[in-house]
């Protein structure tokens, strides 16, 4: 299965999550999880499945200004958050939006508060809008992993993500539109 994880993350919990997820997807680790700073010369359209996770921000996906409030908070953390070295760039929205008519299957993720979703917003929603705008079709429903007050994921969310890309790795080769 041709499949990458792609995410976004301002101190780490997305990427810790992707990388699990693609772990789950593929325990031999041949799926690839990379940052969206760094997907330049991926065309989605050669993928058997695109697997897009970010942070909730504002309730939604991050903008440049959420961006900039996280590197802002970051400095006034007193040590208890660093940013990511790939956090600077494009966001996903940027990166979903640059590119359209794509066949493919995908799935979305995000990582938010520990709160009813109504209340919190979700990242992964407006993924999966952006994904079907693009023109593709999701494979399952999408998924939020929980952060505590302090931004550090909650107890069993590690497992979640790994169960989680298991059951994308699951998806049988036909559905994907890649069997021979
Ligand atoms: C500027 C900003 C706005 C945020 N807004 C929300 C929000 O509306 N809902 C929510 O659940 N979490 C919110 N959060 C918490 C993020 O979801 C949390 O920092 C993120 O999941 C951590 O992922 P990361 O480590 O990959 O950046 C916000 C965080 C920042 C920095």
Redesign the pocket.
């Known amino acids: 299965m041709r499949a990458i994880v792609v995410n976004e993350?301002?101190?780490?919990?997305?990427?810790q999550v992707a990388e699990t997820i693609a772990r789950g997807i593929d325990p031999a680790g041949n799926v690839p999880s990379l940052p969206v700073s760094k997907t330049n010369g991926i065309n989605p359209a050669e993928l058997d499945l695109l697997i897009v996770g970010g942070?909730?921000?504002?309730?939604g996906l991050s903008r440049e200004s959420?961006r900039n409030?996280?590197r802002t908070?970051v400095t006034r953390s007193a040590g208890d958050l660093s940013l990511e070295p790939d956090s600077a760039g494009m966001g996903i929205h940027d990166w979903l939006t640059s590119f359209s008519g794509v066949e493919g299957r995908a799935a979305a993720f995000g990582?938010?508060?520990d709160?009813a979703a109504l209340l919190?917003?979700r990242a992964s929603r407006g993924i999966s809008r952006l994904l079907r705008a693009s023109g593709f079709e999701l494979a399952v429903e999408s998924e939020s992993f929980l952060?505590d007050k302090a931004?550090h994921l909650l107890a069993g969310e590690e497992h979640r993500a790994r169960e989680w890309g298991a059951r994308l790795g699951a998806i049988p080769p036909e559905e994907l539109g890649s069997g021979e």
């Open positions: 993350s301002m101190y780490g919990n997305t990427r942070p909730t921000h504002a309730h959420t409030a996280a908070t990582t938010r508060f709160a919190t917003g952060v931004t």
